[in-house]
């Protein structure tokens, strides 16, 4: 198949565009900077802009017959809710949501027309969960797996498939320089408790790497019978299944527990 995936200048893209290129499908790799794709043996390597209208119509006018999107790059910036820049949350959303929305809206009207096709929308566990200091990062999430399960609901009727990947802690971990009120505000002690949650959840061997998610994703491009959502990792599976399972409250007394915060 003839795959574009978004954000392949690192990470998850990066290694998804590895893996798919490596069971022999033809990628399109894009990222907003063309030289952060260097090295990448694929098929076509283009920049693209998911925020900018004229770079995505540019982009898709240029990759020929996509058969699946892989709607992967993101950004985030931490920070309590209280004092969040909103000219930030605004950028998330541009870039986590109308960016995926904007490829969408480029590439679904062929696929439905052609009644085949498949769109992959990286989520996160943070899709689902919300936790401390994330919470612009995590509504982003939040509002892309609704508008994918609506999207899923729409265009299979069509003979589209839609899949919600959700990672939990992969390495290396987003760039992720920018924290917001954190530091020598009453939030620096929460900023301490929560950072070592990765550790935690991952568990001793640490953060399993980005090609886990490539494969996962490979895997629902390839089997038509991938169910509507796929956690990755098993810090995820966790997460997500306790989340399905416990209340609220209990569920937030679980994760405190774990975590030992006294927040």
């Known amino acids: 198949m003839r795959v574009l995936v978004t954000g392949a200048g690192s990470g998850i893209g990066r290694a998804t565009a590895e893996v798919l290129a490596g069971r022999g499908h033809e990628v399109v790799a894009t990222a907003r900077r063309l030289e952060a794709l260097d090295g990448l043996a694929v ?3 283009a920049a693209l802009d998911v925020t900018d209208d004229a770079s995505v119509a540019a982009c898709v006018a240029g990759a020929g017959r996509i058969e699946a999107l892989v709607n ?5 910036e931490t920070g309590p809710m209280e004092t969040y820049p909103h000219d930030v949350l605004v950028k998330m959303f541009e870039t986590n949501t109308f960016g995926p929305m904007r490829m969408i809206r480029a590439l679904a009207p062929a696929m439905r027309e052609r009644g085949e096709g498949v769109i992959v929308n990286v989520t996160s566990v943070e899709g689902k969960v919300a936790g401390p200091l994330a919470g612009a990062y995590s509504a982003t999430k939040h509002a892309l797996e609704a508008l994918s399960e609506s999207l899923a609901l729409e265009i299979g009727h069509f003979g589209v498939r839609v899949v919600i990947v959700e990672p939990g802690y992969i390495a290396p971990g987003m760039r992720n320089a920018v924290r917001h009120g954190e530091d020598g505000t009453v939030y620096e002690e929460l ?10 959840l991952v568990g001793p061997g640490g953060r399993p790497g980005p090609e886990l998610v490539g494969n996962a994703i490979a895997d629902a491009i390839e089997d038509e019978g991938t169910p509507l959502r796929v956690p990755v990792g098993a810090d995820a599976e966790m997460v997500l299944g306790a989340r399905k ?6 569920f937030l007394a679980t994760m405190r527990g774990v975590l030992g915060l006294d927040w």
Request: aromatic residues 4%; hydrophobic residues 25%.
């Open 191 to 200: 900023r301490r408790q929560w950072s070592g949650a990765d550790e935690t």
């Open 72 to 76: 992967n790059a993101g950004i985030t």
């Open 245 to 250: 399972e416990l209340s609220d409250e209990d």
């Open 43 to 45: 098929a076509q390597r």
